[in-house]
């Protein structure tokens, strides 16, 4: 092989140590040494912001910024973690408050980030889907003078004219799908340009992905309902008990729908090594999408959800309410009704409060616990349940009498009793006066208080609640986004060039290939070509 | 066969496995071992295609004639490792299979830790040897085997749990396909990660002067053909993640917890790493970050990932990544991902 020399490549690269001189030198206007117009200033930040180095950087400060999220608790993900965390925390919390750590996905910082990146995506996409368009339709550039100075070349004589083999090398590009132009001598053949169409999809995407996703958090909500059995439920903000509504969301945008829990089952494992773990749960609901519309019901499961309209019901979890009944000293009924007890590990002991207030003489508040299947420790002193599953159900309650604040006006949680104006009930011995009652139980208070009775266990169920707009955008977003990869990542846009040169003695022909991706790999692409020319050549001679 | 029975030929299967990855492992330390005398040149390595790597020239290359005996010798320790891979990865797939149908009702194999490190070794050390002929990847033998036996290891010793069905969250066909694409890529990142890794290791004893002409280092593949290779498995990986972690496992949590995309610890880490592997494959095509800079990268996305895995359950308790019954109780995660 011979390398011909070479004038026109070289002379336009290599290091020039001349050419950073040339910028320090002062301009040839009046003004002075770095003084730069407003436009041109602009005109730097903005080519500094759509480089690509910067996006590379933005990128990564992403990924570093997201960090902070999965570590320290957030509002957003557990509120009631966060608050834990706040307080036992009191120096840190206002400092991480004021960082907006515990919410760093929609903090300044965080969403300076993101909003700089597509920014910057937007400043790189649209020139380069001009320079596309442009290049869409435009010629395969000429060939280079020389072919060998390309990592990928190959050189051969024959003693076929140039014009036939540059009709042969046509013929077989062509089947190829290559785009080919000819000139001077020498066939420039392109293909892949949808390559670049897949990268521009898939960044363009992102932005779709982003406006989906910010539709959601904007006029979104989400929200959490506990609803016993043979109890309802219909959609309106006040019968939430945690509600988490996007910052445009209005309450207008809420389907009108009803529904009531008419029963809910569970299989409970009594062996294996999950034993006391619960699957197939199952809510049965009757609902009706408006007032006006007819009833259906649906089994509501885990992995299952309710969609009505573009609002979706599902089933997060489950426990129990103990059916509690209070009678106070004149004997009348002053409350009565399963109440809800929440969880606190997984064998479903649960605690749980009573609020009478309007019970004569005094007030009467109940705190305590609920064991699904109880069972008592010698070595804690203290109940505990052996299973989820209610197979020997047992409340055990203190009493407290006096002020249970519940008239002030001022919102209570119904999950714990303010007791700083109560007393506790005690026994003569001053130990604490505790009611074990099990269903059917009831007992007497002293004092002439009043009667407590347990008549009987209802499940309750967990209810999510939420409503996504923009969750079918981002989701074709991000599809898209992947079809756009897929294009991007795999097709290989390549150029070949073949150039033949009638000489004395035959025609020289130059072959020379490059591949303009990333990872491409030309190897068998120049020798296939050759070899098929040769091939042909000698097949017509 | 009962479900003991399974669980006993599941765990019967990882122990046989772990044995013969071991037994390749040694053949391929002594394939190197062979090696060590004949010089880089001696086999077809001069040939002027960048795409074959030294180990395997001389495994397949005819020309070498400096020492013959330890060129064959290693061909043949070569070929016999291989073997014993495939046998290995085999036995492993008999172990995930044993897990699935000793649970009751049958299921896919990935109800905890334990079961997810199982399909994620056997998946790495899969691609590692369906790609095999296609990348010429016979240098990654060593760092493959050890990688998945060191993995293994980690799993029957800390991670063992016994066969349990499933909690209900994770019983939906979404999981399956979720977690299927998200295993397939953390095989393939985890092999771009050990050929970056390498790329790294061969790049600085090339800058310090290269020396030695035999040895493990020498015998790797060049720089652009371990940039490529890497790239590639790279460019394999990032959409299978960008399926599991942006398509399906979104889906997946709409259906269970009724939010699609809830910044829980798993899912910010999951993207952490999907912008970190977008940052890589902008680095390969940025003046200034190519090569050895867009090769750490491709490092900081492999420990993200295994962090994600594995890392972030002890960190932070407030994953959702299960259906944990009661409603207030989080942080028994024995979902993974
Ligand atoms: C949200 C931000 C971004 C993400 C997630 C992202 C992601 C990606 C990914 C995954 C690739 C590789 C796949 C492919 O070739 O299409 C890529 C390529 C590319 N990106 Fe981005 N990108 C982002 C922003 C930007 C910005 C702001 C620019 C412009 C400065 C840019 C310019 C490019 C270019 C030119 C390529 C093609 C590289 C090649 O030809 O191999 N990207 N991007």
Redesign the interface.
């Known amino acids: 092989m011979t390398t011909p020399p070479d004038h026109s490549l070289r002379s336009r690269s290599g290091g020039d140590p001349g050419g950073t001189a040339l910028s320090t030198r002062p301009p040839e206007d009046d003004r002075r040494p770095g003084e730069l117009t407003l436009r041109e200033l602009l005109r730097w930040v903005w080519r500094q912001l759509t480089s690509m180095r910067t996006a590379l950087i933005l990128l990564l400060l992403l990924a570093l910024a997201a960090i902070p999220g999965s570590v320290i608790p957030q509002e957003g993900v557990d509120a009631l973690k966060t608050s834990n965390w706040q307080t036992a925390h009191p120096k840190l919390t206002p400092i991480y408050d004021k960082l907006g750590l515990f919410s760093v996905y929609d903090s300044v910082w965080f969403s300076a980030i993101y909003i700089l990146l597509m920014i910057s995506l937007v400043g790189c996409i649209l020139p380069r889907t001009f320079v596309y368009w442009r290049g869409m339709r435009a010629k395969p550039p000429a060939a280079p003078r020389n072919l060998s100075r390309l990592p990928e070349h190959a050189l051969y004589s024959t003693s076929d004219g140039a014009d036939a083999v540059l009709e042969r090398a046509q013929q077989t590009l062509r089947r190829q799908r290559y785009r080919i132009s000819v000139q001077d001598g020498a066939i420039s053949a392109e293909r892949g340009y949808l390559r670049e169409a897949g990268n521009l999809l898939f960044h363009l995407s992102v932005l779709v992905v982003l406006v989906g996703f910010g539709l959601g958090s904007l006029y979104g909500y989400k929200g959490g309902v506990i609803v016993v059995k043979d109890n309802g439920f219909s959609n309106t903000v006040s019968q939430y008990d945690d509600f988490d509504p996007g910052s445009l969301f209005s309450a207008d945008d809420m389907e009108p729908f009803y529904f009531k829990v008419d029963d809910f089952t569970a299989d409970w494992l009594t062996d294996g090594p999950r034993a006391g773990m619960a699957r197939g749960f199952d809510a049965s609901l009757t609902y009706q999408e408006s007032l006006s519309d007819p009833e259906k019901s649906y089994d509501l499961k885990v992995n299952h959800p309710l969609s009505i309209g573009n609002t979706d019901v599902f089933l997060i979890g489950h426990g129990y309410a103990p059916i509690i009944t209070v009678k106070d000293g004149n004997g009348d009924e002053v409350y009565s009704g399963p109440t809800v007890f929440l969880p606190i590990n997984d064998t479903f002991q649960s605690i749980g409060v009573v609020k009478a207030a309007t019970a004569e003489p005094t007030q009467i508040g109940l705190e305590g616990e609920f064991y699904p299947t109880v069972s008592f420790s010698k070595q804690t002193g203290s109940y505990y349940s052996l299973f989820g599953k209610p197979v020997d159900p047992m409340i055990s309650m203190l009493v407290y009498t006096g002020d249970l604040h519940m008239k002030d006006g001022t919102p209570q949680s119904i999950y714990s009793l303010d007791k700083s104006d109560t007393t506790m009930l005690t026994k003569k011995n001053g130990a604490p006066y505790r009611l074990d009652l099990r269903p059917g139980q009831s007992v007497k208070l002293p004092n002439g208080l009043g009667t407590v009775s347990f008549d009987g266990l209802q499940p309750w169920v967990k209810i999510q609640i939420s409503q996504t707009p923009g969750k079918w955008i981002a989701l074709s977003g991000v599809v898209a986004a992947l079809i756009g990869l897929l294009g991007s990542l795999f097709i290989r846009p390549r150029r070949i060039w073949v150039r033949a040169r009638e000489e004395e003695g035959g025609t020289l022909v130059e072959v020379a290939a490059l591949d303009r991706s990333g990872g491409g790999d030309l190897t068998g692409l120049v020798g296939d070509l050759v070899a098929s020319l040769q091939r042909t050549g000698k097949d017509e001679t | 066969m009962t479900d003991v029975q399974w669980e006993s030929l599941s765990n019967w299967a990882v122990a046989a496995a772990g044995t013969v990855y071991f037994l390749a492992l040694l053949t391929h330390l002594a394939e190197w071992a062979s090696l060590r005398k004949v010089p880089v040149a001696a086999g077809a390595a001069a040939r002027d ?3 074959i790597p030294g180990g395997v020239a001389v495994a397949t290359g005819p020309e070498g004639t400096a020492d013959d005996g330890g060129a064959q010798r290693a061909a043949f320790f070569g070929r016999l490792g291989y073997l014993l891979t495939c046998l290995a990865v085999a036995v492993h797939f008999v172990s995930l299979v044993g897990r699935g149908m000793a649970a ?1 009702p049958n299921r896919v194999p990935w109800g905890n830790m334990y079961e997810f490190t199982l399909s994620g070794t056997f998946v790495v050390a899969f691609l590692y040897v369906a790609l095999y002929r296609k990348f010429r990847l016979a240098w990654m033998a060593p760092i493959v085997l050890a990688f998945v036996l060191t993995v293994l290891m980690v799993a029957v010793l800390w991670l063992y ?5 499933l ?3 994770l ?2 066909y ?1 999981l399956v396909i979720h977690v299927v694409s998200a295993i397939i890529s953390v095989g393939a990142f985890t092999l771009g990660g050990i050929t970056s890794a390498l790329y790294l290791v061969k790049s600085r004893s090339v800058t310090k002067g290269g020396g030695t002409t035999s040895g493990y280092v020498a015998r790797l593949p060049e720089l652009a053909v371990l940039d ?1 290779v890497s ?2 498995l790279h ?1 394999f990986g ?2 299978v993640w ?2 599991a972690v ?2 399906t496992g ?3 949590a ?12 798993k899912e ?2 999951a ?2 790493t999907w ?2 592997y ?2 890589y ?6 003046a ?2 190519k090569g050895r800079n867009a090769a750490i990268l491709a490092l900081v996305g492999t420990f ?1 990932l295994w962090f994600n895995f594995i890392g ?1 359950n002890y ?4 994953s959702q990544h299960s ?8 942080g ?1 995660v024995q979902a993974g991902d």
């Open positions: 295609s960048v795409d009751d749990a016994p066969v349990a069905p909690t209900e969250a019983s939906s979404w490529r790239y590639r460019a990032f959409p960008t399926f942006l398509i979104p889906i997946w709409h259906q269970a917890w009724s939010s699609y995309w809830n910044w829980d610890p910010v880490w993207f952490i912008v970190v977008a940052a494959l902008h680095a390969r095509t940025t200034g970050w993200t972030i960190f932070s308790t407030t259906y944990a019954g009661a409603p207030e109780v989080h028994t």
